[in-house]
């Protein structure tokens, strides 16, 4: 699976949209970018994913490059409750194992 | 109603001892998986079972031994435990078996004195 970068940390004001990068230089044409948020002492809760298009749930969008080596998940309005560490996971369609990396650490700030 | 539930949530324990962790899915997923996450806060895949067969197996000691009695339920027997065992280990589950959307269990916190 290929691997990815991200900043260790980032801050958000409550309110403002987070947007949060992702490098995936790598990445092949069957593998999907995934995205996984965890809060403290909490299980990791999936986010969004996708494999070439932008993509919007009700939590996130989802803006994936052309060339498809970065991709972007926005959190639209953050929340003091969207701190979290925010896992960017590229994974093949082949296999269900996810790869977790460092993440990012956002913190929203009142 | 817990979508992934794990038991204990906390287990403290002594080096050498044989201990285990229930994991058990109420979803109806044919997929469920363990994860081990170190004082690094670094998460890592150990196994998957789908419809109780194993098809993740990364390398983890002989020591760790799942478990899957049915799909519902995923336990992970850990025999001679080491200090280097202590961890948070995480259950998740998904429908398929390569894994869209997993869904994480809250995590048991294993301490080996």
């Known amino acids: 699976d290929a691997k990815t970068t991200q900043p260790t940390s980032m801050d958000c004001a409550e309110g403002r949209a987070a947007n949060l990068p992702c490098n995936h230089s790598t990445i092949s044409g069957n593998e999907y970018v995934y995205w996984y948020r965890q809060i403290h002492s909490q299980g990791p809760q999936y986010i969004i994913h996708?494999?070439?298009n932008n993509e919007t749930n009700e939590m996130a969008s989802l803006i994936i490059t052309e060339d498809r080596k970065s991709s972007t998940l926005i959190l639209p309005h953050a929340t003091l409750r969207d701190t979290a560490v925010y896992y960017c996971?590229?994974?093949?369609?082949?296999?269900?194992?996810?790869?977790f990396g460092q993440g990012t650490t956002l913190q929203v700030k009142p | 109603d817990t979508a992934v539930s794990q038991t204990p949530k906390y287990l403290v324990t002594q080096m050498g001892n044989d201990k285990s962790i229930k994991c058990e899915q109420n979803?109806?997923?044919?997929?469920m998986y363990w994860y081990k996450q170190d004082s690094k806060k670094f998460l890592k895949i150990m196994f998957s079972y789908n419809n109780k067969e194993l098809i993740i197996n990364e390398t983890v000691p002989n020591r760790f031994s799942p478990k899957s009695p049915d799909k519902a339920h995923l336990n992970l027997h850990i025999n001679s435990l080491e200090l280097g065992d202590s961890a948070v280990y995480f259950c998740?589950?998904?429908?398929?078996?390569?894994?869209?959307?997993?869904?994480f269990g809250p995590g048991t916190r294993l301490t080996v004195l």
């Open positions: 979803l109806g997923h044919d997929t």
């Open positions: 998740a589950s998904s429908q398929g078996r390569n894994g869209d959307e997993q869904f």
């Open positions: 996708g494999l070439k």
């Open positions: 996971i590229v994974r093949s369609s082949n296999t269900g194992k996810l790869i």
